[in-house]
């Protein structure tokens, strides 16, 4: 992510991590928050439940302006950082995590400043052929949540 982010500076890009690893108490604080301001169906649109978090698997950041402008929205995709996330993340191991118009797969709204490490030769390979995880790995579409979330330990 350092070197994405200074990479990003030589082209007059200003990033900055909004958010990176969460403990599962850090995500139920997240989650029960969207839930009091817009009910558990919608909510779960957009946040993980605790213990189905990719940020508590380390491997997923959200990403914003230096500016803060458009920080963690959908508008984050039309900013020249959203733009320059989108086309050269890859190169640095990542994908944007849930794609435009991928909802019935992956389960969440459109999240352009949501990225997740996956390696280089993947996100290639994803960012080539414009598949989100799901598709490229034939998993079936996201309905609701498993019975049982991960299982990781706190820290």
């Known amino acids: 992510m350092e070197a994405m982010f200074a990479a990003a500076k030589t082209d007059n890009i200003s990033l900055m991590l909004a ?5 599962y108490a850090s995500q139920k604080a997240v989650y029960s928050s969207y839930v009091a301001q ?7 649109t957009f946040s993980a439940r605790p213990g189905f978090s990719e940020h508590q698997t380390g491997l997923a950041a959200d990403v914003e302006p230096a500016s803060r402008h458009c920080e963690v929205d959908q508008c984050f995709a039309d900013t020249p950082e959203g733009r320059w996330l989108a086309a ?39 960012q080539s052929s414009q598949q989100t995880l799901e598709q490229f790995f034939g998993l079936p579409a996201i309905d609701d949540y498993p019975a049982q979330p991960l299982q990781l330990k706190d820290s």
Do not use: M
Request: aromatic share 18%; charged share 20%; proline share 2%.
């Open 19 to 23: 958010s990176g690893y969460r403990s």
């Open 38 to 44: 817009s009910g558990q169906a919608e909510a779960d």
């Open 88 to 126: 050269n993340c890859y190169k640095y191991g990542f994908v944007i995590r849930y794609q435009q118009n991928t909802q019935q797969l992956t389960g969440y709204e459109y999240e352009p400043w949501h990225i997740r490490y996956v390696g280089k030769d993947l996100a290639a390979q994803l």
